[in-house]
Antibody
Framework: QVQLQESGPGLVKPSETLSLTCAVS?????????WGWIRQPPGKGLEWIGS???????NYNPSLKSRVTISVDTSKNQFSLKVTSVTAADTAVYYC?????????????WGQGTLVTVSS | QSVLTQPASVSGSPGQSITISCTGT?????????VSWYQKHPGKAPKLMIY???KGPSGASNRFSGSKSGNTASLTISGLQAEDEADYYCCSYAGSGIWVFGGGTKLTVL
C-alpha cells in the first residue's frame, strides 16, 4: 500500500522560499503516475499547485507557475515543492498526492498534510 | 475564487439521498470526462470517492455515485449515514496539464 509523508519547516518568513518534501513508500516513483501538491488555506477550499513526473516534466497552476518548482528524486523515492517569494496568502496545509493522469484521472493516495505558516 | 462552482452547503437526514453539483465550463467539466470527487473530514487528508465522472475506486462504498451533464457534474450519496458528514470537493481536468478544484460543499447529516 502506497504511503506519502510530507516534511519541511512549519514556519517561513515572508519573501523567503517554502520547501517541502514528500517521501513515498510502498511504491516506486519511477514506475509511473504523476506526483502532485495540493494546498488548503485556512477556512478555504483545495487548490492544485502542480504535478511532476519522474522524467522531470511538470505542470503547474497558472496562478502560481512563476513561483513554483516541483522536482522528483527517484534515487530517494521522494518529490519536492519549492515556492519562492512567499506571502501570508501562501499559509496553508500542504498535501502531497499520487496523481493518475491519462487512462484514468484521480488523486488516490494522499499524505496527512503539513501546515505551513508564513509570518515574520 | 474557485474555478468550479459548488453549493456551500447541503443537508439531509439519515437514509435520504442528496446530490452535490459542480459547475464548470466547456473548457473543463464540459470538455473532459476527468471529474473526480473527494471527501474530506476536518484535519484529515482528502479521500477519493469517484473518478472519471462515475467510477468508484476499489473498496469504496457503492452509496456514492457520479454523473455529468454538459458543464455540470454531480455527486449523489444515497442512504445517508452520520459518517458521511464532511466536506466534498470536485476536481476536473482543464486541459494543458492543468487541474482545478471546486470550492467545496459542506454536507450536514441532520
Amino acid at each position: 500500500q502506497v504511503q506519502l509523508q510530507e516534511s519541511g519547516p512549519g514556519l517561513v518568513k515572508p519573501s523567503e522560499t517554502l520547501s517541502l518534501t514528500c517521501a513515498v513508500s510502498g511504491y516506486s516513483i519511477s514506475s509511473g503516475y504523476y506526483w502532485g501538491w495540493i494546498r488548503q488555506p485556512p477556512g478555504k477550499g483545495l487548490e492544485w499547485i502542480g504535478s511532476g513526473f519522474h522524467t522531470g516534466s511538470a505542470n503547474y497552476n497558472p496562478s502560481l507557475k512563476s513561483r513554483v518548482t516541483i522536482s522528483v528524486d527517484t534515487s530517494k523515492n521522494q518529490f519536492s515543492l519549492k515556492v519562492t517569494s512567499v506571502t501570508a496568502a501562501d499559509t496553508a496545509v500542504y498535501y502531497c498526492a499520487r496523481h493518475s493522469y491519462g487512462v484514468a484521472s484521480f488523486f488516490d493516495s494522499w499524505g496527512q498534510g503539513t501546515l505551513v505558516t508564513v509570518s515574520s | 475564487q474557485s474555478v468550479l462552482t459548488q453549493p456551500a452547503s447541503v443537508s439531509g437526514s439519515p437514509g435520504q439521498s442528496i446530490t452535490i453539483s459542480c459547475t464548470g465550463t466547456s473548457s473543463d467539466v464540459g470538455d473532459y470526462n476527468y471529474v473526480s470527487w473527494y471527501q474530506k473530514h476536518p484535519g484529515k487528508a482528502p479521500k477519493l470517492m469517484i473518478y472519471d465522472v462515475n467510477k468508484g475506486p476499489s473498496g469504496a462504498s457503492n452509496r456514492f455515485s457520479g454523473s455529468k451533464s454538459g458543464n455540470t457534474a454531480s455527486l449523489t450519496i444515497s442512504g445517508l449515514q452520520a459518517e458521511d458528514e464532511a466536506d466534498y470537493y470536485c476536481c476536473s481536468y482543464a486541459g494543458s496539464g492543468i487541474w482545478v478544484f471546486g470550492g467545496g460543499t459542506k454536507l450536514t447529516v441532520l
